[in-house]
T-cell receptor, first 117, second 110 residues
């Protein structure tokens, strides 16, 4: 299995809703990432989990709450979002450099397209 | 911090034309280099990669060579197809972070 699977593919939510995005990989990768991509822009890093521990939070607002229940799963919990949070949310995974020097094997999912109304 | 500069788009070419998308980078360490492609409405796909100086990455007719002396990783293809229309991102990567260029939109017409 060489894929990163994200669900749902599309999500429309109101500003008072609570929803979650899910990401799953079975490649044995021990680093997992959330990126946010606005239209016609490159992806922006939000969070990094390394060995199931949060290692990087790029000053993301608390209405986004990541969770890594195990080495294969990554969730992003959403609450009280704003319309400007509408974007494509991408999950990625990689193998830390300790295992393969500089051949990190980043793999991206196809994303969840989120619309906040 | 690291940064990636790639040529402004959009790039419009006729089918079978030669493609070059320039990419240069600055990095504090010794990154791996990637080209990712994003087709309309989809996520990112790894197109090719190079992990050390003078490595050539290639896939689907696309090529790029890791030039450490000029800090460049230009993407080339000898003959583009309509199906190559997409956004191409030049990316540097370390153990914990990818740094993206702004992306270059390629439009190939018949």
């Amino acid at each position: 299995d060489t894929e990163v699977t994200q669900t749902p593919k599309h999500l429309v939510m109101g500003m008072t809703n609570k929803k979650s995005l899910k990401c799953e990989q079975h490649m044995g990768h021990r680093a997992m990432y959330w990126y946010k991509q606005k239209a016609k822009k490159p992806p922006e890093l939000m969070f990094v989990y390394s060995y199931e521990k949060l290692s990087i939070n790029e000053s993301v607002p608390s209405r986004f709450s990541p969770e890594c229940p195990n080495s294969s799963l990554l969730n992003l919990h959403l609450h009280a979002l704003q319309p400007e949070d509408s974007a494509l949310y991408l999950c990625a995974s990689s193998q830390p450099s300790a295992v393969r020097e500089r051949d990190y094997g980043y793999t991206f999912g196809s994303g969840t397209r989120l619309t906040v109304v | 911090g690291d940064s990636v500069t790639q040529m402004e788009g959009p790039v419009t070419l006729s089918e079978e034309a030669f493609l070059t998308i320039n990419c240069t980078y600055t990095a504090t360490g010794y990154p791996s280099l990637f080209w990712y492609v994003q087709y309309p409405g989809e996520g990112l796909q790894l197109l090719l990669k190079a992990t050390k100086a003078d490595d050539k990455g290639s896939n689907k007719g696309f090529e790029a060579t890791y030039r450490k002396e000029t800090t460049s990783f230009h993407l080339e293809k000898g003959s583009v197809q309509v199906s190559d229309s997409a956004v191409y991102f030049c990316v540097t990567g370390t153990a914990s972070k990818l740094t993206f260029g702004t992306g270059t939109r390629l439009q190939v017409t018949l």
